[in-house]
C-alpha cells in the first residue's frame, strides 16, 4: 500500500460513518453515526451534571437563608454560574438532538472568523446546492474552529444547526448569524415600559394618602404587635374597625387617638397603615413595578440595539474558495 492509500485510509477512519457511506446512506441521520451520538450523549450528561450543581447550590442556599443561618452572601453569586452554563448547554443540547436526528453529515469548505465575544462566525458552502450558509457558532467547545477547512455541517440553513471539525468528535451548535425572528425586544422594552409606568403612577398617587384620626379600642401588649383601632373611612364614610401597628406610648393599656394613613388608589385602596413606622403593601408593589420596569427597559432596549446593529451589520465571514460540489465530494 502506498503512501496515498495509508493517508486515505486514515482520513476515513476519522470521518463519520455517513460520511463514509455518502452513496449508500446518503440521506442518513447524522445521530446513526456512533461517534456522534456518543458525543452527543456526553454533551447531555455535562448539561444535566452544571445544572443539577447550580439547582443545589440554589436550594441550600434559600434553605439556610429561611433557617436565618446566613444572608447568602457569596453563595447567590456562586449558584448564578452553574445555573446559567446549565441551562446554555440544556438548549444547546436540545438544538442539535433535534437537527442530528433529522440532518445527515454534509462535509462543506468553511471559511472561520473569530470574534472578540462569542463564538466565530463561519461560512460554508453546502454542497447539495451550493449555497452559501452564514453561521454563528455557540462559545462552547468552539476551540476546534481555530483555522479554515472542510467541516461536517448538519442542519439547514433557516434553522442552523451542528457543525464538527473532520478528525474530531466535539459538537458545537450553530445558529443563524442573521435571524429574522419575531420582534421579541420590542416586546420585552413595551412590557418594561407598562411596569414602569404603572410604578411611577403609583408612587406619584401614594403622595395624596389622606390621614385619618384613630380610636384605640385595644392596644397591643408587646411593641410590634398590632393593636385595634376604629376610624372613620374618608371613601365611603363607613366607620371602621382594623388592626393597627400603634406606636409605643400605646404598648400599655392607655388607649387614645392615633393618627394613621389609607391607600387613595388601586386593589389596596382603603388599606391602613402607619406613615411613621411602616411601608403599606401598595408602595412594595410599586417599587417591584419600577424594578422590573427598569430591568425589561434595559433588556428590551440593549437587545434592541444589538438586533438593529446586526441587521445593517450582518454578520458573514469570506465564502469559501471552490466550488462546493468538487470540494464537498
Aim: glycine share 10%.
Amino acid at each position: 500500500m502506498g503512501e496515498q492509500d495509508r493517508a486515505e485510509a486514515g482520513a476515513e477512519k476519522t470521518a463519520p460513518a455517513v460520511g463514509r457511506t455518502a452513496v449508500a446512506a446518503q440521506d442518513a441521520p447524522a445521530v446513526r453515526d456512533t461517534a456522534t451520538a456518543q458525543q452527543l450523549a456526553a454533551y447531555q450528561r455535562r448539561a444535566t451534571r452544571t445544572l443539577a450543581a447550580g439547582t443545589i447550590i440554589l436550594w441550600l442556599t434559600v434553605v439556610l437563608k429561611v433557617a436565618g443561618v446566613f444572608d447568602g452572601g457569596g453563595y447567590w453569586v456562586a449558584c448564578a454560574g452553574p445555573l446559567t452554563s446549565g441551562v446554555l448547554l440544556t438548549l444547546n443540547a436540545h438544538h442539535m438532538r433535534r437537527a442530528l436526528r433529522v440532518h445527515p453529515w454534509s462535509r462543506c469548505p468553511a471559511y472561520v472568523r473569530p470574534r472578540r465575544f462569542g463564538g466565530p462566525v463561519v461560512t460554508l458552502r453546502t454542497p447539495d446546492s451550493d449555497q452559501l450558509v452564514h453561521l454563528r457558532c455557540t462559545l462552547v467547545d468552539s476551540r476546534t474552529l481555530a483555522s479554515d477547512g472542510p467541516l461536517w455541517w448538519s442542519g439547514t440553513p433557516e434553522r442552523g444547526g451542528v457543525v464538527r471539525v473532520p478528525g474530531t468528535t466535539a459538537l458545537v451548535r450553530a445558529r443563524p448569524a442573521q435571524r429574522s425572528g419575531r420582534p421579541v425586544f420590542r416586546w420585552v422594552l413595551l412590557l418594561g415600559l407598562i411596569a414602569g409606568g404603572l410604578g411611577i403612577a403609583g408612587s406619584a398617587a401614594s403622595e395624596d394618602n389622606p390621614l385619618v384620626e384613630l380610636s384605640v379600642v385595644h392596644a397591643s401588649t408587646f411593641p410590634e404587635e398590632p393593636c385595634k383601632v376604629r376610624f372613620k373611612d374618608p371613601f365611603t364614610g363607613d366607620h371602621r374597625t382594623s388592626a393597627f401597628l400603634c406606636s409605643e406610648g400605646h404598648v400599655e393599656q392607655n388607649p387614645t387617638a392615633e393618627w394613621g394613613a389609607l391607600v387613595s388608589y388601586g386593589p389596596f385602596k382603603g388599606a391602613l397603615y402607619n406613615p411613621y413606622l411602616e411601608y403599606p403593601t401598595a408602595s412594595d408593589v410599586d417599587d417591584s413595578f419600577l424594578l422590573a420596569g427598569g430591568l425589561f427597559t434595559f433588556v428590551g432596549s440593549v437587545g434592541g440595539t444589538h438586533t438593529l446593529y446586526r441587521r445593517r451589520n450582518p454578520l458573514t465571514a469570506t465564502p469559501p474558495p471552490g466550488n462546493g460540489q468538487t470540494a464537498c465530494g
